[in-house]
Every structure is written in structure tokens, then in C-alpha cells.
């Protein structure tokens, strides 16, 4: 009973937790120049975009207008509003760009997708699977969008932006220095309550005393809980003025709320922890690292009769959306 109780509590207080103490600002700006597409003798129908697929080890070459297609399949459902697939696409056509132009953001400097498991994109085939009987429409729906906006992209300074996105947030979007401590200024924290209807939105995780104890302990060994109680493992929790937790209290240690929802396998850092009868609770709300374009979101906001262009410049403050030079 405890538990539930807590959960309450926990959903009505968060919007309301106090300020993040402490975070690590970097400043990363994108630079002023003007942005030259690398494929300035090309058309749109014959750009491709180049990926590393992590289950067969192989670099990718895929035209852009599939990429579009494949990567919005693995991130939307198909019956999402066109108009937020539409948003969808844009985003990762621009995400795209940002990294090709800035490659140590990711760590092998491509973008890493498995379309076995269809993260990141999949090809016909593989959403032939997924779709089956459903395969013909859903394909003429998205090949629809995506050749209606494959020459758009968010700019911030005549620059693309690093258009992050995810499932769905805690009903506000988070800080992008808050997250990843790079400070960006179209990544700031937007509402989006909308994303409360969502059935994704409040997650229950549970995880018994001795499988607690296995994690902790291989995954932080120098922390001491050996002589605490259970109850005592964790302590106060910090969080961002949108929500998120940033550091969680693992003994007398913080622990940045990543690594935990990380190790816990949670769907967001927007986290309380419960303990009780020998098992923690861990309420969480949202899906996603809460940075940027929320999915359900840019669907409320589609099937509310917004278009992708306002759905995009409201989740990216101070971005345009425009079509790209080739």
C-alpha cells in the first residue's frame, strides 16, 4: 500500500521538485557560417545518407528518400498523424546533418542503427515483416510524407540542428546541458503535458531486495551499502527545474540519473524510488532521454491540426524550418 501511496505522491509532486544543484555546462554552439550541402551536385532523388548497421558491422549507403521512410517506421507507429511522421522525418533528416558536420558528437562519428531490430531505420523488407497485410498503405502513407518534405531541414543560424527526439516526456521537455551538459539554445525545456494522456507515460518498475543488491554491486563497487539497510540504499534524489532527475544518492555517493536508469533498464530519468516487503518500486514518467521533439507529443499537436513546420519550431525554440540548398 505503501508503494501506491508513494507513486501518488510522486505524480503530484514532481512537476514541483526543486531546481537541479549541480550540472556541468559546456558550450558547444554550432558555428555562423553558412550551412553548404557536401552534395551540392546532386538532386534530391539521388542523395544518400550513410549509417553503420551494429548488428551486421557494415556501412550503410541509403538513398535519402528511404532513410526517411525507415527511420520514421522504427520511431512512429504508422497510424500516428501525417503531419507528425512528417516532423518525424525532418527531425532525423536534420539530426542527420548535424552529425555529418560535427562527427565527434557521436562516438564512431556515424549514426548507429540495427535494422534487424528495427532501431534507427529498416528497410522495405524488414517493414514488410513488421507491417505485413498493412505493409502496401502504411508504405504509400510514409514514401507520401517523406517525398513532401525530403528537402526540408531545422536550422539554427543557417546551420542544422541537433533536432534529439524521443518517445514521449514527463510533460515537460528537458534541458539539453541538463542531460548531455552540452548547452544548446533551441534545446530547452518546452511544455508538453499533452504527453500526460499517453499510455506510456507512467511506468512502474519493479526489482526485488537481492537483484537490487547484484546491481549495485556490479555496477558501482566502491559504493558502501554493506552497512545500511535496504530502505537506505538510496537517498535524495536532485532534479531539473523540468522534471528530470540528474543525480541520484546511492549510499553516500551521487550517481548521475542516467547511468541508474541505465543500469535499472527505465524509461526515463523522471524517477522516485520506493522500498517495501523486500522490493523497490521505481516510478518513472515519460519514455526517452526527454531532450528535444516529444513523438506523442508532435501527434496531439498534429491531430489538434498543427502542421510539421509549427510542430518542429515549437519544440526547437528559435529554429526555422526551411527548405535545403542543393
Known amino acids: 500500500m505503501k508503494n501506491f501511496i508513494g507513486v501518488f505522491i510522486f505524480l503530484l509532486i514532481v512537476n514541483f521538485a526543486v531546481p537541479v544543484v549541480y550540472h556541468r555546462v559546456y558550450s558547444s554552439l554550432p558555428s555562423a557560417d553558412i550551412y553548404i550541402e557536401n552534395t551540392q551536385n546532386t538532386t534530391k532523388e539521388n542523395r544518400y545518407v550513410t549509417l553503420m548497421d551494429s548488428n551486421t558491422k557494415q556501412i550503410l549507403e541509403i538513398p535519402l528518400k528511404d532513410y526517411l521512410i525507415g527511420a520514421a517506421a ?30 565527434d558528437w557521436l562516438e564512431k562519428g556515424y549514426i548507429t542503427v540495427d535494422t534487424k531490430n528495427m532501431k534507427g531505420y529498416a528497410d522495405s523488407s524488414r517493414l514488410m515483416e513488421f507491417w505485413q497485410m498493412d505493409y502496401y498503405t502504411y508504405y504509400e502513407k510514409f514514401e507520401k510524407c517523406a517525398e513532401e518534405v525530403m528537402d526540408m531541414v531545422v536550422t539554427y543560424d543557417g546551420q542544422p540542428a541537433l533536432t534529439s527526439y524521443y518517445a514521449v516526456s514527463c510533460g515537460k521537455t528537458a534541458d539539453s546541458k541538463d542531460v548531455w551538459g552540452q548547452e544548446l539554445p533551441y534545446l530547452v525545456s518546452v511544455d508538453s503535458s499533452q504527453d500526460q494522456i499517453s499510455e506510456s507515460y507512467v511506468k512502474v518498475t519493479e526489482i526485488p531486495k537481492d ?15 554493506e552497512n545500511l539497510d535496504a530502505e537506505e540504499w538510496f537517498g535524495d534524489i536532485i532534479y531539473t527545474e523540468s522534471g528530470y532527475a540528474s543525480y541520484v544518492t546511492v549510499g553516500s555517493d551521487l550517481v548521475p540519473a542516467g547511468q541508474i536508469r541505465d543500469v535499472m533498464k527505465l524509461p526515463s530519468t523522471c524517477l522516485m524510488i520506493f522500498y517495501e516487503d523486500e522490493i523497490f518500486s521505481i516510478a518513472t514518467k515519460g519514455y526517452g532521454h526527454g531532450v528535444g521533439l516529444s513523438q506523442f507529443g508532435a501527434n496531439s499537436m498534429a491531430t489538434n491540426g498543427k502542421k510539421y513546420k509549427e510542430i518542429l519550431e515549437y519544440y526547437y525554440p528559435g529554429t526555422k524550418v526551411e527548405k535545403l540548398s542543393v
Open 74 to 103: 522504427c520511431e512512429m507507429p504508422a497510424l500516428y498523424n501525417e503531419e507528425a511522421i512528417k516532423a518525424q522525418m525532418v527531425a532525423a533528416h536534420s539530426y542527420y546533418l548535424y552529425v555529418e558536420k560535427h562527427p
Open 211 to 225: 537483484n537490487m543488491y547484484s546491481l549495485l554491486r556490479i555496477n558501482y563497487p566502491n559504493i558502501d551499502i
